[in-house]
């Protein structure tokens, strides 16, 4: 009756993701090359921008009973990207992405990571959990994941920061995400993980940025309310979108309940961020995000 | 099989609405007034913010069997209501509503008003439609509605505005309704209407005020559009929210895809706000609203 | 500041829709063939399941510049067709479909189609509406559609059904939209339009198939309704989903409440169902649907 | 910035539910009642069915500063209570529930319903878990919950389901709690409990009640998928509906993705059901709930 083991392994599987400017004949020559090879094509997905006269694609296929290793997959697919001027990444679904949390004090973010990371959601590892307070070392024992305390405080920012960034590096970590991390970051940090950075906002940004966003919106009066996952540029709360969701309300809900309520979309919201990077399905372009699907 | 006959009546009963400083005792004191006079109530719904110490109530009763005319009870009622320093409006349910329509060219909320009117949907009369262009005549002559041409060009805004306000004023005008009405309206033709114009704005306010908000929300990138109808004060896009709506989008959406999406939301959320006004379920305060169910 | 115009035209654009057994090399196969002949692909979508091993697509190109004529296009496709099994449909997106509307007495359907079919949303023509009661022919009227009324009583409904499909075929109707038609049509004429009949439910089907699903609603105390938009086969209420939708409601709506909501529902859930119809974005199989975006 | 701290504290006041046969002066009979004692109302919602002649009212009061106990109370009500043929109950908000758990092997909402109660969002304890299987020991663990093994095998039932009612009784557990239990219980176990066991099902009911729903909304190709938690009577999955959410589906979604998606709605959807148990915002009236704000 149950079916929901939740044991998932990832797929055996390859993902392309191209973006190029359009022109006639990409999909047939990128979809010739894996037919060539004998590359089934599990999913493909395109979008043309007309206005920008931009192309975005991506392409996943069976490993299964495919003879050439993505090494010279890569090196025979560079004269077509080539000629068609195209950015492309090229990346295996059963790879483990290794994954650090940054937060501070809510738990309900990092307790719905830690859950789907647990129950075998992702194609990742989380070896390590660091914030800037000690409230959620418990949360951490309990899932058994390292805690590692960065407090900063006037004057040492420049140096955690440092401090972080050894700790990315030490632990070969690929995507950071912010789980209620209630720090503001400098440029310098961020600058060394370009679109490897996953923040949630709690409000459906562009409104509501910075600080106190339920303050905001209880004050504004507003009837709905939301959260907005992103990529953290150095402009705050304005990197570009992965997801978003929103919940109605209405005069009875106090701040309280706002952020009560907001706590069930952040977490659903900050976890379909997570998911679609991780299954390479997120494309940046500009200050914007093609997600497939 | 059907039922759906859309010919409601309106209830015969009357709805008072209060706000006042929260006290011991206030919806004692207003049941019992009720209670002794035999008054069924048929619905009551009370809001208190410990923040600000306000309590807000609406209170709707049965007029059948019902001897003390309105008049009466308002007299009666004073005592009440100077005790507790009440705000305090009394309304008839039955009572036609004289409803203007504001238009310009797009024909989506213009539509879905007059047909929910014709439906019977609503205890009010439709006796005019105004409209700054000729585009909608079509429409307005369809539904048999008097249609005026008020096309507002450089300098003549003062004179057309006080046109409109004339015209307000002959056919005793309750409620005005910008239904896509894309003129800006100044201060001196708003202050005639205090909470007595409502709007439809085509984002989720407070994102993407102004112009253009589905340009805007395209080059932001979000992955969700929405729409707000408010009532109308002189700070453009700022008044007390009534209702909002979002919709998802995605990012093969295009601004066009945006905005035929958006229609949608807009016709729906603009006839919610008007259905609400109308039965008097809608109590400004400051720039908020409480709006009953 | 508007935009809103609505008046789209159809893009010169062709689609070719597809189903056939998964199998390496299909998407190669297909979009080398148009790119050999200059075909600029504006969108492709497929889905391949895993399930059943089956596979779809659906490929739109641009006309503009494209020299074959479709006719050309189908002869050379032919082979292609034939080798992986294919079942396929080719179709231009500005060539107008006909449509017949059959209503009862219930508006808002007929007023939404009609609404935007004179917005110029779709592509297509209406030529004629159906009925069994006189209600609607004033709508009828005020949007200059003809009317016919073909009334349902004890006996005569083999001989109105005749009636009705002889109008269909004078007419020439590509699709037959039930815009809260309430009568029961026989096999008899439901298999003259095989995946041509469009139906909206007024309940989230599978739930409360049958009469007065509202009442159904009600009695079983959920807290959400719905609306289903389907194609109509034989088996009642049963055919294939296209669109379905959904809102919150609560104790506090009596039945009315549920009519008057659904309503909002049905209306956007059909529109949706017959503008994705008419894009050539639905392939049915089996008893289910593939809706492309 | 935050706020989130998630350790609420239990309102420090009383919830008086009642329910009986509609008719006037019953608000004001109540609230007097209340004004007299000198206690401030903080809530009050009714409800009136028309259709049944039914009244429903759920007064919550500050017992900061309220002399009388709530056995005075109690008992100074009962001759109202009588004058109106009430039914009522009378509960203080920080009185701290006690919820047994019942699991099988899904771990999400058992997770879910843990951090919940780890964050202090609720006044309850949890002293156990209850399954038919060893696989979430672990979580209980991790959670430092007890946890029981009562396996469910040929013949044992009868024995198993005394062991459980014993444990209910031993720690004098007042709500029951199926967070995707997977074994049919017999009615004379769930008599033991009347509206006292809340259960989720994965599916909107009265749609795909029984097993494997996921598989039958794939199988049925339906757009929307959707979650329902309700009272459990000994009707299977026919009880009084508490909350239902819904998410949409499209034709890429596999079972699997079915599964997947469903388990953030489960999750949400059984909460919110046992918060508002919790809240004592829940009063059951024939086969239906009314579920106060």
């Known amino acids: 009756m149950s079916g929901n083991s939740g044991e998932n392994e990832a797929p055996q599987s390859a993902v392309l993701l191209i973006s190029c400017p359009d022109r006639s004949g990409l999909v047939a020559a990128v979809t010739t090359f894996m037919a060539e090879r004998g590359g089934n094509i599990l999913d493909l997905e ?5 206005s920008s006269n931009s192309f975005f694609m991506r392409l996943e296929w069976d490993l299964r009973g495919f003879a050439p290793s993505l090494e010279d997959i890569a090196r025979e697919f560079e004269p077509v990207a080539e000629r068609f001027s195209m950015k492309w990444e090229l990346r295996r679904r059963d790879q483990l992405a290794r994954i ?15 859950a789907r990371h647990q129950a075998g959601e992702w194609a990742a590892d989380i070896p390590l959990i660091v914030s800037n307070r000690e409230d959620l070392r418990g949360v951490a024992e309990r899932f058994r994941i390292p805690f590692h305390h960065l407090p900063v405080v006037a004057g040492n920012k420049p140096a955690q920061e440092e401090a972080a960034r050894a700790l990315m ?37 562009p409104a509501f940025p910075g600080a ?28 570009p979108i992965i997801v978003q969701d929103v919940a109605r309300i209405s005069h009875r809900d106090s701040v309280e309940d706002l952020i009560r309520k907001g706590r069930d979309i952040e ?16 494309l940046v372009y500009g200050n914007r995000t093609i997600v497939f699907q």
Chains 1, 2, 3, 4 share one sequence.
């Open 46 to 50: 395109q979008h043309a921008e007309e």
């Open 100 to 114: 650090a949390l940054f937060v501070t004090k809510a738990p309900h973010c990092l307790v719905e990571l830690l």
């Open 169 to 205: 590096e030490s632990h070969r970590i690929d995507l950071i995400v912010f789980a209620r991390y209630m720090q503001i970051v400098t440029g310098g940090f961020i600058r060394h993980f370009p679109n490897r950075i996953i923040n949630i906002h709690h409000s459906f940004l």
């Open 212 to 239: 106190r966003p339920y303050h905001q919106a209880h004050e504004r009066g507003v009837k709905v309310i939301g959260a907005t996952s992103h990529y953290v540029t150095e402009d705050l709360d304005a990197g």
């Open 267 to 282: 977490k659903l919201v900050l976890a379909r961020a997570v998911t679609a990077h991780l299954e390479h399905r997120v």
